[in-house]
């Protein structure tokens, strides 16, 4: 009763008033409820099927099978047909996700869902300046999100409320759930037990209809933790490590599970900023078992009786003792090093004390321009305590950061809770900028100033990825990733030369002195600070609610279905681009200033892989019009072909799409007139993407090949009557002097993908399945 009177938006419940299989999932949706109950049934029945113990990522993926009893299981081969618990979607890719929704002509979720507004605001000026002009920019954008949720039944986290990553470890995430998220870093639900997946918007839109969701049944790789995090090494460092190991591709098809007596040493939000990093090495999702830490986490943010919950269902929350990983590594705690990844990919793992003398010998810039906290990575309440401690020392000796020096909050509730906590004042004293609770610089969102395009320069972050010029759109920008607590001493210090165990600052005195290894608070010792409130309920009845899209509108526009394939072989293609290297959505869909029209397909076809290196120039943004023999822009020679009637192809290299989980990257090249792409390989998001757009993502059976076609070939693919799944295509290359060979093209199509294509798109094939039915 205190807790409503004093206007706190969340409750404690004591165990004791707990009813089994009646504690809800989120106190925002008082009537849905955790059902352990039937996690627990459908583990038993896999259990005596297999006949063998089962690691935590098997139950929880298994125990949502929608028919557990006849369902093939064969990690790493079948597809699996899943029932989640719930979908989150971000500003940026719920507007298509909506609009998909829309289109299918339901008139409610089936499942819990909500859309979160932080990947629209711009850092700028600081947090509360930077709001009023994104809420002003952005009205458009906001009002459709907001009217479409109440519409359909999805919750809306207005702008300001965080960034979903964190709003969904804080309220929706839990021991055994299993989410679905529209953005590759929903795996930080992973520091809850949660199986947490970054899915497509098209994908969202299934589990949010109500159909069965596939998923291929992931490998499983274990990490075992032993000795204990000390002194300067944090959580971050552990993934920094993984990182390093797998590499960007090394986790494809793999839920990375942790597990050993070193996961009791780090902190449930610890725990999500490991899983939330594994995104960077292609991990399906990562996972830890439920622990005290965990619990303790849950009565924090006033879920206690979930906490209580998970306590009675404890043994299908943690691995069978006994079970079978398909790879394991090991990492000791007590001797990790504090490491620092980058420039330009986040699998370049250097300890900190190497990287110094590294950047010198590679010609890096060694001198910091700006260092950044935050992300969804990195900005929990003991983040934050762990940099205001370290700034507390710089101040007590008269110094203050030599780099500029900016702090994102995670969430509403975190940014009120470090202001009154005295964290912020901290932060700001020794020269950094607060600036909104949202995504900002981490994805591309800044107005950064203090440098011009094409400067080389070097800033060192507490994000997740450090692509080339994801931050800034700078190509010269070379960004290192590390803890909050390293950036912050780095930042003070200003060179990459600093080693905060072992090095000496001079204080404003003249005096040399060491930083001590920051120490600070897991959890807020006082109740968190809600801050605003910033969540609208969609109404019990949404019928008469109206979605405005204006068909002049340059930033929302309304889907038209794709067309179905004609029955036909694909003949004659030519090849818009073949990519040199590393090609990450990214490259594919820039995000940055073009977040504006993710809305509206059309105009943000207008970046279609402008970041893609052409291998017969060695230039972005500039190929061979086939046609007319001129250069030009990507996406003006991609409109020539479609206007011309004329069909092509994308020839890539290894881990093409790697990165978020944009499903622009896959409908910009289908809107376009796109029909295929070749690989070397594929990240799993994109790969999933393509293939519910319509198009056909193929690797080459002997990856050799890829150097057997040229920009100039015509690629021609053939049996795709007899397509099915497991059985190789073939591809014509034809070369301008008039001779031909062929190669041998692979796939993942299953039965129903097969029927994706046929019918032009995952959600056409949805729309004849429903016309049937009907």
């Known amino acids: 009763q205190h807790a409503l009177n004093s206007g706190v938006r969340r409750y404690h419940v004591a165990p004791v008033l707990c009813q089994r299989a009646k504690v809800a999932m989120s106190h925002f949706e008082p009537n849905e409820y955790i059902n352990y109950e039937k996690l627990e049934k459908n583990i038993n029945i896999v259990r005596k099927r297999l006949d063998r113990p089962l690691t935590l990522s098997e139950k929880i993926v298994y125990g949502h099978l929608d028919d557990p009893a006849k369902q093939e299981i064969e990690r790493g081969k079948t597809y699996l047909r899943l029932r989640p618990d719930r979908v989150a979607m971000q500003d940026a890719t719920a507007q298509m996700a909506m609009l998909q929704f829309i289109s299918s002509g339901l008139p409610k979720v089936a499942v819990p869902s909500t859309i979160h507004c932080d990947h629209l605001i711009e850092a700028q000026s600081g947090g509360e300046k930077d709001l009023r002009r994104a809420k002003d920019i952005n009205q458009e954008v906001y009002n459709f999100l907001a009217t479409a949720g109440a519409k359909y039944g999805v919750g809306f986290w207005k702008p300001g409320s965080g960034i979903i990553h964190q709003i969904i470890l804080e309220n929706y995430s839990y021991p055994g759930v299993m989410l679905i998220g529209t953005d590759s870093h929903t795996p930080n639900g992973g520091g809850l037990g949660g199986i947490c997946i970054g899915v497509g918007g098209a994908d969202a839109v299934d589990v949010m209809a109500g159909i069965p969701w596939e998923l291929k049944c992931p490998k499983v790789i274990g990490v075992k933790l032993t000795g204990k995090l000390s002194g300067w090494t944090s959580p971050k460092d552990v993934i920094l490590k993984v990182a390093g190991i797998l590499t960007v591709k090394g986790g494809t098809g793999a839920i990375i599970e942790y597990h050993g007596p070193g996961v009791d040493s780090i902190s449930c939000t610890g725990m999500a900023t490991i899983c939330n990093m594994g995104a960077e090495i292609g991990a399906t999702t990562s996972i830890f078992p439920y622990n005290e830490r965990m619990k303790k986490y849950l009565g924090k943010t006033g879920r206690a009786d979930i906490a209580a919950l998970a306590d009675e269902f404890k043994q299908h929350l943690v691995p069978d003792s006994g079970c079978h990983y398909d790879q394991v590594i090991e ?156 950036v912050t001493a780095l930042s003070i210090a200003g060179t990459l030369k600093f080693n905060p165990e072992t090095d000496y600052l001079t204080g404003a005195d003249g005096k040399k002195f060491k930083l001590e290894a920051p120490d600070a608070d897991e959890l807020p010792k006082l109740e968190f600070d809600p801050g605003q409130d910033t969540y609208q309920y969609p109404p019990k009845d949404g019928s008469g609610q109206h979605v405005d899209v204006s068909p002049t509108s340059q930033r929302l526009q309304l889907l038209e279905p794709f067309d179905k394939w004609d029955g036909k072989d694909l003949e004659d293609m030519l090849i818009l681009i073949k990519v040199k290297g590393k090609c990450t959505t990214d490259h594919i869909s820039a995000a940055g200033p073009w977040l504006k029209f993710r809305g509206h397909l059309d105009n943000i076809s207008n970046n279609l892989l402008i970041g893609a290196i052409n291998i017969e120039n060695g230039k972005a943004n500039s190929v061979r019009n086939a046609l007319t023999q001129e250069f030009g822009p990507v996406p003006d020679t991609a409109r020539y072909y479609k206007k011309m009637g004329v069909k092509w192809a994308v020839i890539g290299d ?121």
């Open 331 to 486: 990492i000791n705690l007590s001797e990790l090093k504090p490491h620092i990844n980058g420039p330009f990919t986040p699998d370049l793992a250097h300890p900190v004390s190497d990287i110094g003398s590294v950047a010198e010998k590679e010609g890096w810039p060694v001198d910091i321009r700006v260092g950044l906290i935050g992300s969804c990575t990195n900005s929990s309440y003991e983040d934050m305590g762990r940099s205001a401690a370290v700034a507390k020392q710089a101040l007590a000796h008269g110094l203050k950061c030599k780099s500029k020096f900016t702090i994102t909050p995670g969430s509403e509730q975190i940014r009120a809770t470090i202001e009154r906590d005295g964290y912020a004042k901290i932060l700001r004293e020794v020269g950094g900028l607060v600036l909104a609770n949202a995504c900002g610089p981490c994805i591309g969102q800044w107005d950064r100033k203090d440098i011009k395009k094409g400067e080389k320069n070097t800033i060192v972050t507490s994000y997740n990825r450090n692509f080339t010029g994801r931050n800034d759109a700078n190509p010269e920008t070379h960004a290192f990733v590390t803890s909050p607590e390293i």
């Open 654 to 774: 290894e881990n093409y799409g790697e990165g978020s989980s944009r499903e622009h990257a896959a409908l910009e090249p289908r809107h376009l007139g796109g029909r295929v792409i070749i690989t070397k390989s594929f990240a799993r998001i994109h790969e999933t993407n393509l293939k519910k757009q319509g198009l056909l993502p193929l690797t080459f059976a002997d990856p050799a090949d890829y150097n057997k076609i040229h920009p100039v070939d015509k690629l021609s693919i053939v049996g795709l009557k007899d397509f099915a799944p497991g059985k190789p295509l073939k591809c014509i290359i034809k070369h301008p002097n008039g001779s031909q060979e062929t190669i041998m093209l692979n796939h993942t199509f299953n039965e129903s993908q097969i029927e994706w294509f046929q019918a032009g798109s995952a959600l056409n094939r949805m729309k004849e399945l429903q016309q049937k039915s009907s």
